[in-house]
C-alpha cells in the first residue's frame, strides 16, 4: 500500500516523458551546444572578425575549404570583407542568442507580474491590462517590431526594448489565464484564511502553478525573438553594423548571391535555422509533456 | 420458446495501459430475448457502460475485445468486417447515450442527424426521410414536430434533446437498443416521464433493450430481468422481481440495503464498506470478498456461475437468502 | 490612437538632412523646409495631420511628391494579390494535411508531417526566400528571382493570376510568404481534429451506423473549421505584414516594399498613411472574423452558451 503513497517527483516524471522522444533529446543536445558555442565564441573561433588587423580584403569571397596565403583555411569560406565565416558566425550566433535570450526573459518577467496582477486583482486593472494585451496581440508582431525601431532607430538596446515590447502580452495573456485557474482552487482560500498578504499569496502560491504553461511559451518566444530580431537585421532595421548578428551576415550576403557565391548566406542561415528549429523541437516537446490534457 | 437477439458468452474487454492490465469486461455472459428489457445495473467502474460499447464495435484505443463472443441473431459480430458491422449499427442494434447534450453534434441541425441515420441505411430521399422523421416525432408525441426539426441541440431542453436521441434509436425500428444510463442527466421529474414514454415505445415495437443504469430503482421500474455487475463481471442474473425480492449475492444484497427508501427512519443510512477496486489491482478470487460482510477463506478462489433456478444465477461461493 | 501615430512619424529622424541635398544654399534650405511644412510647432503640425486625416489626405510623400494615400493604394493590389495567394496555398495543402495526420495520431506520415511543420514555422522567413530564389532561379533557373509579371485583367480586376508571365513570377514569392502559414494550418487542423475525434458526438455518430467519410467531412470538420477560420482570419492580417519581407526580397512592387523604402528614406508622410491604412485593414479583419464565426457556430447566433444543459 505504501507504494500507492510514494510518487515520482514531478521533475523526474517529466524528464521520463520527455525522453521517450528521441528527436527531442537531440534537439536538446544541439541546443546545449549551440548555447555553448555562443557563450564561448571568443576561444572558439578561429579569427577574431572584428579585428581589422586580421582580415584581409583580398581574402574576400573565397569559397568554403580555401586556405590564405598565411596557410589559415577558411573552413566555410570568407564573406565580402574577407572575415573567416565561421568566426563571423559564431559572434553573429552570440549576438542573436544574447539579444534573443535576454528580451525574452524580461518579458516573461513583465508579462507574468502583469498576468499575476491581472488575474488575482481583477476589477478595471484586470480589464484595463487585458484591453493594452488584446490591442498589442492584435497586429503581428513584425510590423510592431518595424515600426517601433523606424522611430526608435537603430541599436541593441532599442532592438532588445522593441522586442520586449512585441512580447510581453503573450505571457501576460498565458499566465493571466492559468492564474485565474489557480485562483479558483481551495488552496488559495486557505492561504487568504491563514492572512497571507496578498502579493505573497500571488507570487508565492500561484505563480509556482502557473510556471508551465511560461517554460513552453518562453521556449517558443526566444526562438521567434531570435528570428524576429534576424528579420529586422536583414531589413537593416536591426542592429548596427558594428554588432553583427547572424541576420545582417544573410543580408551582406544577399547581392553576392545572384553571382553564385552562396556560402556567404548560406551557412549562416543554416545556423539560423538549427538554432531557432532546435528551440522549437525543446518547446514543442516541452508542451506536450507538461499539457495534462493531450496525454492520451 | 422464445427468440434469443443477442447472446454474449465470456466476453472480455481488456486496457493496457502505463498503470496495468485491466479486464473492464471478465469472461462476461449476457442473453437478451425477443421483447425483453434487460437491466444492466452497476456502479461506476463496473463496466457497464463498456458492455453496451463492445456489443456496437466501439471500443476505443487503448481497449480491445480480446475474448469470448457476441451473437446477434446467431451471427458472431466479432467476425464480421467493419461494413458489415456499420450496417447493423443503428439499423438493427441502436443505441444511446447519457448525455445528449454531449452526443448530439452541436453545429448540425436536428433534422440533418435524423436523416442522416436514414440515408446511411436506406436508399430514401431527403424529402421522404424529412417526413418519416416527422411522422416518428408525432408518434412519439412531441409537439410540433417541424419547428423542433430545424432547430440546433442547444435550443432544446434536456429533456427534449433525449427523446430526439431516442427517436434516432427508433428511426429504423431495431431489434435491439442498448440505453446507456439515458435519464441519469436529466431532472427527476423528466426522467420518470422518459422512462414511461419510452416503455410505452418500445412495447408497441416489441423492441428489445438494454438498460445500462447505476440507479437499481430505475432498473427496477423498467426491467423484465436484471443483471447487477461488479468490477467487469455479472454476479447476479434473474427476473426482476425475484432479484429485489430474494437477493442471493451479497453485493445485490448490501445494493438493495443502500437505498434510502428501504432505511428506516432514525437509524443510520447503510452502506457497503470500502469502495469499489481498481481494475488494474484486483484481489484474486471473488473480487467483492474485501468488502463483503459473508466472506470466508473459500473466497479467495474464484467463484463459480452457481445456478441457483433455471433462470437465475449468481457469481458467489456462499450465495443465500437473507432476510430482506 | 492618432497622437501615437503622428508622434511617431512626426519626431523621428530628420528629412530635411535627407531630402534637401548638402550643397543647398541657406535660402534654398529655408525654402524647402516651409514648403513642407517642417518648421511649424510640432501642435500645429499635428492639427493640420489630423484635419488632413479627417479628409482623406494623408500628406504628400516627401519623395515621391504624390499624395501618401494613393503611393499606398497604387502599391495595395500587388500585395492583396500575393497575400490571398499564400493563403490559398496554406489552406489548399495545410488543411488536407492536418486533416489526415489528425485522424492517424502517431503514424509515420503524422510524426514526418509535424517535424517538417516546426521546420516550416522554424526557417527565418528572409532566409527561405534567398534559397529559393537561389535554387530556382540562380541554379535551376526555371523561375524568375524579382518582380511582378505580367497583368491581365479577370472580371475587370487587373491581376497577374491571368498571365503566364504573371503566375511564373508570383509562384515564388507566394511560396515563400505561405510556408509559415502553412505549417501553422497543418498543426492547428491536427490538434483540432484530434480535440473533437474523441467526443461523444462523435461516437454517437459511428453508433449510428454512419459511413466514416460523413463522419470525418460534416460531423468533424464542421466542428472543427470554426476556430480554424478565426483564426485564419486573424492571420491574413500577419500575412500583409510578413509581405514585407517578402516583398523586398523578390522586389515585388506591393505595398511592404514601399514601407520599409519609406523608413529607410524617412519619408513620413508615407509611414503615417501606411500605418493609418493598416490599422483600418485589421479593425476590418477583425469585423469580419467576427461576423463570420458567429454565421458559421449557431451556438453563437442564436445565442445558446456552448454546453447549454
Known amino acids: ?296 | 420458446m422464445r427468440k434469443l437477439v443477442l447472446d454474449i458468452q465470456n466476453l472480455t474487454t481488456r486496457f493496457e495501459s502505463a498503470e496495468g492490465i485491466a479486464n473492464a469486461l471478465d469472461s462476461l455472459s449476457l442473453e437478451i430475448y425477443e421483447g425483453e428489457v434487460v437491466g444492466l445495473v452497476g456502479e461506476s467502474g463496473s463496466g457497464k457502460s463498456m458492455t453496451g460499447y463492445s456489443i456496437m464495435g466501439l471500443v476505443e484505443h487503448p481497449g480491445s475485445i480480446v475474448g469470448g463472443s457476441i451473437h446477434y441473431r446467431g451471427q458472431d459480430l466479432r467476425l464480421l468486417d467493419p461494413e458489415q458491422i456499420r450496417n447493423l449499427r443503428g439499423d438493427r442494434i441502436a443505441m444511446i447515450f447519457q448525455d445528449p447534450m454531449m452526443s448530439l453534434n452541436p453545429v448540425l441541425r436536428v433534422d440533418t442527424q435524423l436523416v442522416e441515420t436514414l440515408k446511411a441505411h436506406r436508399s430514401i430521399q431527403k424529402k421522404e426521410a424529412l417526413q418519416r422523421a416527422i411522422e416518428l416525432l408525432q408518434a412519439m408525441g412531441i409537439p410540433s414536430p417541424e419547428i423542433r426539426l430545424r432547430q440546433y441541440p442547444h435550443e432544446l431542453s434536456g429533456g427534449m434533446r433525449q427523446r430526439i436521441a431516442i427517436a434516432i434509436a427508433l428511426l429504423l425500428e431495431p431489434d435491439l437498443i442498448i440505453a446507456d444510463e439515458p435519464t441519469t442527466a436529466l431532472d427527476v421529474t423528466i426522467q420518470a416521464q422518459i422512462i414511461h414514454e419510452f416503455q410505452t415505445l418500445i412495447e408497441d415495437r416489441g423492441t428489445s433493450v438494454l438498460w445500462i443504469t447505476h440507479d437499481l430503482a430505475v432498473a427496477s421500474t423498467m426491467a423484465d430481468r436484471l443483471a447487477i455487475m461488479y468490477a467487469g463481471q455479472i454476479v447476479e442474473q434473474g427476473p426482476a422481481e425475484d432479484i429485489l425480492a430474494r437477493p442471493m449475492h451479497p453485493y445485490t444484497q448490501g445494493l438493495l440495503r443502500s437505498i434510502p427508501s428501504r432505511n428506516i427512519r432514525g437509524k443510520p443510512l447503510q452502506q457497503i464498506p470500502g469502495s469499489a477496486p481498481s481494475l488494474t489491482r484486483l484481489p484474486s478470487g471473488c473480487a467483492f470478498a474485501p468488502r463483503c460482510d459473508q466472506a470466508t477463506p473459500l473466497c479467495e478462489l474464484t467463484p463459480p456461475l452457481k445456478q441457483i433456478t433455471a433462470i437465475r444465477s449468481a457469481r458467489c461461493h456462499h450465495p443465500r437468502e437473507i432476510d430482506a | 490612437m492618432t497622437v501615437v501615430v503622428f508622434l511617431g512619424v512626426y519626431a523621428i529622424g530628420n528629412p530635411v538632412d535627407i531630402l534637401i541635398p548638402d550643397d543647398a544654399t541657406a535660402a534654398e534650405r529655408d525654402l524647402a523646409i516651409q514648403s513642407l511644412g517642417l518648421d511649424k510647432p510640432l501642435l500645429t503640425q499635428y492639427t493640420t495631420f489630423l484635419s488632413n486625416l479627417l479628409r482623406g489626405d494623408l500628406g504628400t510623400s516627401f519623395v515621391y511628391n504624390i499624395p501618401s494615400i494613393d503611393l499606398i493604394l497604387l502599391r495595395l493590389p500587388a500585395t492583396l494579390e500575393l497575400a490571398f495567394c499564400a493563403l490559398f496555398i496554406a489552406i489548399v495543402i495545410g488543411l488536407p494535411l492536418g486533416l489526415l495526420c489528425g485522424l492517424r495520431p502517431g503514424s509515420r506520415l503524422d510524426k514526418t508531417v509535424m517535424g517538417a511543420s516546426i521546420i516550416g514555422f522554424s526557417i527565418p522567413n528572409f532566409w527561405q526566400g534567398l534559397m529559393l530564389i537561389m535554387l530556382f532561379s540562380v541554379m535551376l533557373g526555371w523561375l524568375p528571382s524579382t518582380g511582378r509579371g505580367e497583368l491581365g485583367t479577370v472580371f475587370g480586376i487587373e491581376t497577374s493570376l491571368a498571365t503566364w508571365d504573371g503566375l511564373r513570377h508570383l509562384l515564388l514569392p507566394a511560396i515563400n510568404l505561405s510556408l509559415y502559414k502553412l505549417s501553422l494550418m497543418i498543426r492547428l487542423t491536427r490538434s483540432g481534429v484530434r480535440e473533437v475525434m474523441y467526443l461523444d458526438y462523435v461516437r454517437f455518430a459511428r453508433a449510428k451506423g454512419l459511413s466514416e467519410v460523413r463522419i470525418v467531412m460534416v460531423h468533424i470538420m464542421k466542428v472543427v473549421l470554426v476556430p480554424i477560420i478565426t483564426v485564419v482570419g486573424m492571420e491574413f492580417g500577419s500575412l500583409i505584414a510578413f509581405a514585407t519581407v517578402t516583398e523586398t526580397i523578390f522586389a515585388w512592387p506591393g505595398m511592404g516594399k514601399l514601407i520599409i523604402d519609406s523608413i529607410m528614406r524617412l519619408d513620413r508622410p508615407v509611414i503615417a498613411g501606411y500605418l493609418v491604412v493598416i490599422v483600418l485593414l485589421f479593425v476590418l479583419i477583425n469585423l469580419l472574423v467576427d461576423i463570420a464565426y458567429s454565421l458559421l457556430d449557431p451556438r453563437i447566433r442564436l445565442g445558446g452558451e456552448p454546453n447549454d444543459r
Open chain 1, 1 to 296: 500500500m505504501i507504494d500507492d503513497i510514494i510518487q515520482e517527483q514531478p521533475w523526474r516524471r517529466a524528464w521520463r516523458h520527455y525522453r521517450q522522444s528521441r528527436f527531442a533529446v537531440i534537439a536538446l543536445i544541439v541546443c546545449s551546444i549551440i548555447i555553448l558555442a555562443a557563450v564561448f565564441a571568443p576561444w572558439l573561433a578561429p579569427q577574431n572578425p572584428y579585428d581589422l588587423n586580421v582580415i584581409d580584403f583580398f581574402d574576400s569571397k573565397l569559397p568554403p575549404g580555401s586556405s590564405a596565403p598565411t596557410g589559415f583555411i577558411y573552413w566555410l569560406g570568407t564573406d565580402g570583407q574577407g572575415r573567416d565565416m565561421l568566426s563571423a558566425m559564431l559572434y553573429g550566433l552570440r549576438i542573436s542568442l544574447f539579444v534573443g535570450v535576454l528580451s525574452g526573459l524580461i518579458a516573461i518577467l513583465i508579462g507574468m507580474a502583469l498576468g499575476l496582477v491581472a488575474a488575482y486583482v481583477g476589477g478595471w486593472i484586470e480589464a484595463l491590462i487585458m484591453r493594452v494585451v488584446d490591442f498589442m496581440l492584435g497586429f503581428p508582431t513584425i510590423l510592431v517590431a518595424l515600426m517601433l525601431l523606424a522611430i526608435l532607430g537603430q541599436g541593441v538596446d532599442k532592438v532588445i526594448f522593441a522586442l520586449i515590447l512585441v512580447q510581453w502580452a503573450y505571457f501576460a495573456r498565458a499566465v493571466r489565464s492559468a492564474a485565474l485557474v489557480e485562483r479558483q482552487k481551495e488552496y488559495v482560500e486557505a492561504a487568504q484564511s491563514l492572512g497571507l498578504s496578498q502579493p505573497r499569496i500571488m507570487f508565492g502560491h500561484i505563480m509556482p502553478n502557473c510556471l508551465a504553461p511560461v517554460i513552453v511559451l518562453g521556449t517558443m518566444q526566444v526562438a521567434s525573438a531570435i528570428s524576429t530580431e534576424a528579420t529586422l537585421s536583414f531589413l537593416g532595421l536591426g542592429l548596427p553594423i558594428t554588432e553583427p548578428s547572424l541576420g545582417l551576415l544573410i543580408s551582406n550576403g544577399y547581392s553576392n548571391m545572384l553571382s553564385g557565391r552562396y556560402w556567404i548566406s548560406l551557412y549562416p542561415g543554416l545556423l539560423l535555422l538549427l538554432t531557432v528549429f532546435s528551440i522549437n523541437v525543446v518547446g514543442d516537446r516541452l508542451r506536450d509533456v507538461l499539457n495534462p490534457r493531450l496525454s492520451r
